[in-house]
Every structure is written in C-alpha cells, then in structure tokens.
C-alpha cells in the first residue's frame, strides 16, 4: 500500500497518525492482533514480525536498528532467486501484542529524517517502508502447513 502525494498532504498522517487519531499501519497491526484474540480455538498458530526501513538520497537505513558509528550505516539492496527483492542486513522483530508495534513505530518515527519545506516545518524528506510478516502454521488434514503473508505499508516523500 503505498501514501502518494504532495508535501503536506497527509501522508504521514494517513500512514501512521497521532496518538489521537491512529492512521493505517497502527489500525492494521491492532485488527491483527484482536483477530488473534478472537479466535484463540482455531488449529493454528502465527508469527508476526516487522521492519521499518527508510530509504533518503537512494540510501536504505534501517529505522529500528541504530548504527554504532558517528555516520549512519547504508544496506544494501538485494534479489534472491526464489524470493525476490530484500534488504540484506535489514532487521526483523518478532511481536507478540498491539504495545509492542507502537513502541516500534515510535522509535522507527523518531529515527526518520526531517526537513523543513516551505510547506511544512518537519516534513519527512525520505521514503519510508514498514513491513508486516505474518507466518500462519495450521494442521490440516493432519498435516502441517504455513501460509507467509508479507505487506508493505509505504509513506512516499513528497512528490515535488
């Protein structure tokens, strides 16, 4: 899913919200959870982890993992013959509750790079990319299976 649009208009806040008003990636990170709560009988069980990744001046930055040094750290980019396009080095953390996904969204906004624009005084001058991985194990037939579930939540940098 991707936010496109104009410095200013809303993008971030469509994407992420405030904590009065929660924007996509908080609300489907919740419906994920409460689905797992209202369903607690079924024969399956799922595993949930996330990245936040911003990518500014065509350099990708990992937006939860800080670089020890003075200079942020670049990762590269990636394709895998049978899985595609990743990040090599790219972080992934397994949550386990709504809590835990804030605190991540948080840190990772926090991590991002702003700028003022004649439009907005802190604008977010990068791409940024919050994946969800959701691993569903269930048992049919007596026979294990997994269904992998990969989404990406982007929030463009103005298009000017």
Known sequence: LFAYGQT?????YTMLG????????????QGLFSREEDHPSLPSS???KVSFLEIYNERV???????????????????????GPYVQGLSQHVVTNYKQVIQLLEE????????ATHVHE?????HA??????TQAILENNLPS?????????????RE
């Open 8 to 12: 200013g208009s809303g993008k971030t």
């Open 18 to 29: 405030t904590p009065a008003s929660m924007g996509l990636t908080p609300t489907d990170m």
């Open 46 to 48: 799922c595993r949930i």
């Open 61 to 83: 930055r990992d937006l939860l993992k800080q670089s020890d040094q003075k200079k942020p750290y670049t990762l590269r980019v990636r394709e895998h013959p049978e899985m």
């Open 108 to 115: 990772g906004i926090a991590n991002r790079i702003t700028a």
């Open 122 to 126: 802190a604008s977010s001058r990068s």
């Open 129 to 134: 990319i919050f994946t969800i991985h959701y």
């Open 146 to 158: 997994e269904i992998a579930s990969k989404i990406n939540l982007v929030d463009l940098a103005g």
